[in-house]
């Protein structure tokens, strides 16, 4: 009872450090936040991030996968000493580190931010413990996220036929999901999925100054608030093709070669908005902060919706796996493929349409164990290389924006094979090197993210034989 009491403390604080830190915008400037909900934040774990993004078909049996929820029937119980079965309940924590470079070409200039993201939290807990486990299993999790970011302030100055206009541009908010997943297996076929409520809010202003030294011009503000909530629905499939199986050297196990096909997708949704804009002159006081002056137009409670499209992503794995009485204990390797798609042109903000396109990526990358069994920490440590490119939904100057990265990423067991099955804990950590636009676009974006994740096991609810 007191791993179950140990790991629920750290989900409960772990759960709100996310949420304090997601309010907070430290040093991030990204200008392509401005369109749709912000910039998108990936939804894999922090392992499959190193590996290229690949989830459609990733399973794990020390990490949960909630890009693709068929994935958790692979959580299960376990035969422990002293006792008949215990859960083997995975926590898994993630944060990531996010540097930025903007460069634009006219004018001349360039921008570097470094930022702290929060990932994920998440609890899984597998609901099979009696009956045939390798062909029916069960599990449920549950989690918090960040979905989107929206955090901006750029600053323009232009000659007018009166005076120069200096106006700047600012933004922040973000989406944020808290779901519950359950998936299922039977034999070879796994189907599962996420549901939530989803919550956030879009913060936007435009402020324009007059330079002028002799004529003192009023300052305009225009801002607008909008909160949105509402429910979401991820579901995803997944089959396991066992392509062989041979009798190890050593004969205690077997060795299995795998294709697992894999597809998931989120349901368009429409949130529900509550919208307050403003338009007011204003003044700097001493220290620089605004103060309002005068309010020329205010609207509040200005209700209506936001529709978020399809997204889907499909993909494959291909894996070699240790066997132990028919099931799959550790991953020796793996490769795999996917494609993701987004149809952001049916983006609307109450009824109206932003500057967005249709997106898609592809993805590609793996992983290895030089050796399971070795004593040392970097032999038994799993390697994960991957890249991915494709085109982003944000569409701000019409001639859209290529993305492109490489990813490496490492994972750390802490205990050695021997004592998977009672308790378990992984390091998982990820670099991306990547790139948002090309030349044909005025502004880009070179990017690096340090992504490091924790992933816990540990037993609940065994049942002992012996006192």
């Known amino acids: 009872m007191r791993s179950v009491e140990r790991i629920i403390n750290r989900s409960f604080f772990a759960a709100l450090a996310l949420f304090l ?36 078909g990733y399973v794990s049996e020390q990490a949960l996968n909630s890009s693709n929820p068929s994935s958790y029937s692979a959580l299960r119980y376990v035969r422990v000493y002293g006792a008949s079965k215990g859960a083997l309940v995975t926590y898994d924590f993630g944060v990531s580190i996010d540097t930025r470079n903007l460069r634009s070409a006219s004018p001349v200039g360039s921008y570097k931010s470094t930022n702290f993201i929060p990932s994920y939290v998440q609890l899984g807990i597998p609901l099979s413990p ?18 989107t970011r929206i955090n901006y302030s750029v600053q323009s100055t232009q000659r007018t036929a009166i005076d120069s206009v200096e106006t700047l541009y600012q933004g922040n908010g973000g989406l944020n999901q808290v779901f519950f997943g359950l998936g299922k297996r039977w034999n070879n076929f796994s189907i599962g999925f996420n549901a939530g409520y989803q919550f956030g809010r879009k913060e936007i202003s435009t402020k324009q100054i007059f330079l002028n030294d002799t004529v003192n011009y009023y300052k305009s503000n225009t801002s607008g608030r909008a909160d949105f909530w509402g429910v979401f629905l ?31 997708g ?31 137009q205010e609207t509040r409670n200005i209700l209506g919706h936001i529709t978020v499209p399809l997204t889907y992503n499909a993909g494959f794995l ?14 020796k ?14 983006y609307r903000f109450y009824n109206q349409p932003d500057q967005l396109v249709n997106s898609w990526m592809i993805k ?29 939904y944000i569409n701000a100057d019409g001639h859209g924006y290529n993305v492109k990265a490489i990813t490496l990423g490492m994972g750390f067991n802490l205990r050695k094979y021997s004592n998977y099955d009672n308790q378990s804990s992984m390091i998982n950590a990820a670099i991306e090197f990547g790139k948002r636009g090309s030349s044909v676009n005025n502004v880009t974006e070179n990017f690096f993210k340090f992504s490091v994740g924790f992933s816990l096991s540990d037993l609940w609810f065994t049942r002992r034989k012996y006192d």
């Open 130 to 147: 009696k009956g045939e486990a390798k062909k029916r299993g069960a599990g449920l999790v549950f989690g918090l996220r960040p979905a």
């Open 364 to 392: 590609a990358g793996g992983e290895f164990v030089p050796s399971l069994l070795s004593t040392s920490l970097l032999n038994r440590a799993t390697y994960r290389a991957g890249f991915y490119t494709g085109k982003d």
């Open 333 to 346: 390797w793996s490769f795999g493929v996917d494609y993701s798609s987004g149809k952001w042109v049916d």
């Open 266 to 296: 989120t349901l368009e949704q429409k949130l529900k908005a509550n919208t307050n804009n403003k338009v007011e002159t204003f003044a700097f006081d001493a220290n620089g902060a605004v103060t309002p002056l005068d309010s020329i």
């Open 21 to 56: 830190f997601s309010q907070v915008s430290a040093q991030e400037n990204s200008p392509f936040s401005r369109y749709g909900l912000g910039d998108i934040y990936p939804t894999q774990s922090i392992a499959i991030r190193g590996m290229g993004g690949v989830a459609a």
């Open 234 to 264: 991820n579901p995803g499939i997944a089959y396991n093709i066992k392509l062989s199986e041979t009798k190890s050297k050593m004969g205690n196990y077997k060795e299995g070669y795998f294709l697992r096909l894999g597809a998931s």
């Open 318 to 331: 291909l894996s070699k796996k240790y066997l132990v009485g028919g099931e799959a204990i550790s991953t």
